[in-house]
DNA sequence: CGTAGATTTGAGATCAATCAATTCCTGTGG
DNA sequence: CCACAGGAATTGATTGATCTCAAATCTACG
């Protein structure tokens, strides 16, 4: 990844480019942290919320800096990311459209969070969100709702970090990626999954653990076995997505219980 | 660990002993789920609790199974596993006192939960307790932030699963225990700190993503480097902490901003 | 004292990291 | 239109940390 440095900080805020939406025609209206609000509360959110743009590569925020809002990620990618003081760093978190950043009753941002891909966030000023999320049960249901999601999503990525081999990491994430393009575009389920990657190699090793070398080998790997088909270097075929989840070490069946 | 039967299950539950005890006099009163009730929420809270007890080894509920109940744990440690197909496991919680156990609005457990030491609980039944909950704003936000602590920790935890050394994960356990004791205990920061390991070597392979031979190497190798005193193979002296910390690789300021 | 489980220790194998080129893209300028 | 630059990605050779398999010790308890 571009290297950033810390003195680029205020020049990339500036770069941010501000755009307006009314709520109603926004994609993640019914999803994100809003999406249990009534059109009185929606007119409220309305009041506070102001969008911003990033381009790939750019930091959202610094870890340990002060964070005055929170928000949603309404279209690209955003990653969190823990460093070590001799620079091995580790991704906690992909934001999706939807994901919620940031943390009530926190001053501080806990991680590096940088846009991954374009990416447009609609941001509400910190102390007006917590104020009208105390008054506003709705928006602190689904908060809690949302953060429990994130709590297991990064319970099974334990999982995946800890025990799986390098192979299966690889397919791990590539069934959660293909996985949540299948939900949005809703295909039969027998049909071949094609989606561009959102990661560059070196994005995927700090996900998984891994040296970008050996998450390009174990790309050209899966390639040779025929679980995948590149185009490029980015654009993916999944001909047969329970194959990937048998190469993940998943259960075909998804594990989905009564 | 011991291996433990799916058949077992029902036995296991019926050998739980049932005790009582006024909130007021709860250890765990201030800082779990119920810490920021008023005396008549407790009350309420008073009607629809009861206790249950777990030996060391017991499990608390199988993955996949109905979980009718949510609840806290008041004394002993419990742990929250996942396991792969082929038998691979790794813990992605340790419960200890005051931590919530169960998901409002979830019918089956998404994790094997343990008892690893002798265990109490305060349980709820799951349907009143969201009742409750959509009528008491103390409980939910108290949740709220239990739950964003948890996905603190989960995160603190990928980045030691995934960029640490097999020393610099038994040092970063050894830390989180020896810190938690600190906390409680309450000694002078430069007072040598001593506890028991309330895990076993399996246990913490388990929770480290390291096989238990290891576990046991590096244990030897900081005993034989003077960062850890044992005595017997639970009874760990913390001669200095910020030592401990350094070979965490963990700032030995805690990190702390601000 | 004997047994079983927990733990340690040893020897060798293996998977992923490291170090080191090389190749593939993509966008730019001649 | 093509050559070239530079980052992204691939591939190869080697190293090394951790796992695996195996055996020996320790410890608690009947």
Not at 37 to 43: P, Y
Not at 210 to 234: C, H, N, P, Y
Request: charged content about 30%.
């Amino acid at each position: 990844m571009t290297q950033i440095k810390r003195g680029d900080h205020a020049m990339l805020n500036e770069r941010s480019l501000t755009v307006h939406q009314q709520c109603d025609d926004c994609p993640i209206r019914h999803r994100a942290v809003c999406a249990r609000c009534e059109s009185d509360e929606l007119e409220r959110l309305e009041e506070i919320k102001y969008y911003r743009k990033f381009e790939a590569g750019q930091m959202v925020i610094w870890s340990g800096d002060k964070m005055d809002f929170v928000g949603s990620v309404v279209s690209g990618i955003a990653s969190l990311t823990q460093t070590m003081e001799d620079g091995r760093t580790q991704m906690v978190g992909l934001l999706l459209p939807s994901d919620f950043v940031g943390r009530p009753g926190r001053d501080n941002a806990a991680y590096d969070i940088v846009a991954t891909t374009d990416l447009v966030m609609c941001c509400f000023r910190k102390t007006p969100f917590e104020n009208m999320m105390m008054r506003t049960p709705h928006i602190a249901q689904r908060l809690l709702e949302m953060t429990l999601d994130e709590l297991d999503a990064a319970r099974e990525w334990m999982l995946v970090l800890g025990r799986k081999t390098a192979r299966e990491k690889i397919a791990s994430l590539l069934s959660i990626i293909a996985r949540r393009d299948a939900t949005l575009n809703m295909r039969g389920s027998d049909a071949p999954i094609v989606f561009d990657l959102p990661l560059t190699r070196e994005a995927m090793a700090d996900y998984l653990g891994l040296t970008l070398e050996t998450v390009s080998r174990q790309m050209s790997a899966l390639k040779k076995d025929g679980v995948i088909t590149l185009e490029g270097k980015r654009h993916v075929t999944i001909p047969d997505m329970d194959r990937l989840m048998q190469e993940a070490g998943d259960d075909a069946d998804g594990g989905m219980l009564a």
